[in-house]
């Protein structure tokens, strides 16, 4: 599940030619939303007159649009790759200055942070962003043979080693540690003939602001199977016990390190 929280900045962008900038409105609203369902990123004019260009943006992609409407119409050319045919304007007629889209079927790598900008032919005014994001909070990796302990544990911003089993003391680490695109993988290192057994991924999105406290958690299974061949080196073999969570999770493998 993702938790998606958004909130704006205001500060004042003179713009030249009579050229209106309006970044959304201010406030903050939670949005939670389920892999494979729709979500609906808020952003509205001040007024439905005039707008000569929508963008939504997302800067960490490369193109970075999202969505643009200019020229009355969706323009389809520098949009990324990866929400072709999965953005539309919540309503096409842009109601009362409502620029808000829809995103569809939502995936961990829609993680990220939007922006949505409106162009209108009006005097100065004030500019606001709408920054849309998404934070992993609790990353926890087990094996449930091993008790309470945990393979792996990641929260409030870093690694805890406080409650990890002690045969896995520096030898697990993140694939990657800033979790991009919601890659929560593990490396393994110098595995061993103990190390057989089943391992659970789960990870825990919170957020608190302005709405009641929510808390949503995904778990993912891999069975990992250590054997040796006479003459040659140890390996490993990897299972998927849940193959629809392995895609969803983004947990897309227990990377290991022989």
Not at 78 to 94: A, F, G, I, T, W
Not at 106 to 122: A, H, I, M, P, W
Not at 124 to 153: M, Q, S
Not at 220 to 238: A, D, W
């Amino acid at each position: 599940l993702f938790i998606i929280q958004v909130f704006s900045l205001l500060h004042l962008d003179p713009l030249t030619s009579g050229l209106c900038l309006f970044l959304c409105s201010s406030g903050q609203t939670n949005i939670t939303a389920e892999p494979g369902k729709n979500v609906t990123l808020t952003c509205r004019a001040p007024s439905s007159t005039n707008i000569t260009t929508v963008e939504w943006t997302r800067p960490d992609l490369d193109p970075k649009e999202i969505f643009v409407y200019r020229d009355g119409r969706f323009d389809p050319d520098n949009q990324h790759p990866s929400v072709k045919e999965r953005v539309e304007l919540k309503d096409s007629q842009m109601k009362d200055g409502d620029v808000s889209v829809t995103l569809k079927n939502v995936t961990f790598n829609d993680t990220g942070t939007y922006e949505c900008r409106v162009l209108q032919s009006q005097s100065k005014a004030p500019e606001l962003t709408n920054i849309t994001h998404l934070t992993i909070l609790t990353v926890e990796w087990t094996r449930p043979d091993l008790g309470t302990d945990y393979v792996f544990l990641y929260q409030d911003g870093r690694f805890d080693p406080d409650n990890q089993h002690p045969s896995f003391k520096e030898r697990v680490e993140l694939k990657d540690s800033q979790m991009k695109d919601g890659d929560v993988s593990v490396t393994l290192k110098n595995v061993t003939f103990t190390d057989n057994g089943t391992y659970e991924c789960r990870f825990v999105l919170f957020f608190s602001h302005h709405l009641p406290d929510t808390s949503h958690q995904m778990s993912i299974h891999f069975h990992l199977g250590v054997y040796s061949l006479v003459g040659q080196q140890i390996y490993t073999v990897i299972q998927a016990v849940h193959s629809l969570l392995y895609i969803v999770a983004k947990c897309h493998f227990f990377s290991v390190v022989t």
